[in-house]
């Protein structure tokens, strides 16, 4: 088990530029979650993907925001036209499908500077 | 809505003191409650969950909590803190809905002295 990995770590951007973010799940894991944590603040859910299907997008904070699992493996979050207000760091979490409630494994997040 | 709110955030402790983190949540049926705790730069690392059952959990690196229903509370303790708890905490209530959601509340630094 290799735990929840995302890349890249760290991505700094200039405002107007697109970015894209890589989430990969445990192997196994059947649902997928974004969060968006900002500075003094607890993580925030954004979006999640049970296989491939995106089965909640209504928080995604705009229609900037958009998340993909094609393949209901690793999952990706793209920012377009970015705005110094989405600097933020952005988690990944996974789950096993199963019970009504499993535990999240998070992963160590990308941190997004957009200046 | 659940909402959770964590009251304090800032505690300092003594390495070797006993602490406790307090957890207050608002959620209309029988909540799901974790704790998760964040070092600096890094993702979250799950310190205990409650489901149901035992209302005392016990987790990793000592932690505990006790979920309290009359309270709305699910405060997380450990008996003697080292200096390597010092970290961001954070509690978090589930959703019971078609799928798992997580609401977090706005976390509790804890700074260990010597």
């Known amino acids: 088990d290799t735990g929840v990995s995302q890349n890249p770590r760290h991505k700094i951007t200039k405002r107007g530029q697109n970015v894209t973010f890589r989430c990969d799940p445990i192997s196994e894991h059947n649902r997928l979650y974004w969060y968006r944590q900002t500075l003094g603040q607890g993580p925030e859910f954004l979006t999640y993907?049970?296989?491939?299907?995106?089965?909640?997008k209504s928080r995604l904070l705009s229609d900037r925001f958009s998340a993909e699992r094609p393949k209901g493996s690793f999952s990706t979050l793209e920012i377009q036209r970015t705005e110094q207000g989405d600097s933020a760091m952005y988690l990944c979490a996974s789950s096993p499908i199963g019970a009504v409630q499993e535990t999240q494994y998070f992963g160590p997040g990308t941190r997004l500077l957009v200046l | 809505a659940q909402s959770v709110t964590q009251p304090d955030i800032h505690i300092t402790v003594s390495e070797g003191a006993s602490l406790e983190l307090r957890c207050n949540y608002s959620?209309?049926?029988?909540?799901?409650l974790f704790w998760y705790v964040q070092s600096p730069g890094q993702g979250l690392q799950l310190l205990l969950k409650y489901f149901s059952g035992d209302t005392l959990v016990q987790g990793i690196k000592g932690f505990e909590a006790e979920f309290k229903r009359s309270q709305s509370s699910f405060n997380l303790r450990k008996p003697s803190v080292h200096w390597s708890d010092a970290a961001e905490y954070f509690c978090?209530?589930?959703?019971?809905?078609?799928?798992?959601?997580?609401?977090f509340g706005k976390g509790t630094m804890l700074l260990v002295s010597p």
């Open positions: 959620y209309g049926a029988t909540p799901y």
């Open positions: 978090a209530v589930g959703a019971q809905s078609g799928y798992s959601t997580l609401t």
């Open positions: 993907f049970q296989n491939e299907a995106q089965l909640e």
